[in-house]
């Protein structure tokens, strides 16, 4: 069983910027693939950014340019760096992962609140 724990959340003003860590234990970090995803209030949980075991990154077509997705494996830990947020950023972020795809475990999440 994989464990997640997402650190980095915060109130932010709007144009600000975090960096939110996703620490990962019980497996060999290496050979997972990381993703981070969002869940508004009231509204579905979506993808934002991926990266696989070997590096490869996608993004949602609303952070493109703005979030980047990154991995330290010796840290066992997988970052997401999001910059001039918006308000419509606010969202509860979830790290999740799995082998050969993302989904099949998750952490607790981590608030992330932009203010105008």
């Known amino acids: 069983q994989v464990q997640l724990v997402e650190s980095g959340g915060g109130l932010v003003q709007s144009g600000g910027s975090l960096r939110l860590s996703c620490a990962a234990s019980?497996?060999?970090?290496?050979?997972?693939?990381m993703g981070w995803y969002r869940q508004p209030a009231g509204a579905q949980r979506v993808l934002v950014a991926a990266?696989?075991?070997?590096?490869?990154?996608v993004y949602a077509d609303s952070v493109k340019g703005r979030f980047t997705v990154s991995r330290d494996d010796r840290k066992a830990t997988a970052y997401l760096q999001v910059s001039s947020l918006k308000p419509e950023d606010t969202a509860v972020y979830y790290c999740?992962?799995?082998?050969?795809?993302?989904?099949?475990?998750w952490g607790q999440g981590t608030q992330v609140t932009v203010s105008p």
């Open positions: 999740s992962s799995g082998w050969g795809r993302v989904g099949a475990f």
């Open positions: 019980g497996a060999t970090a290496s050979t997972l693939d």
């Open positions: 990266i696989s075991s070997g590096g490869s990154t």
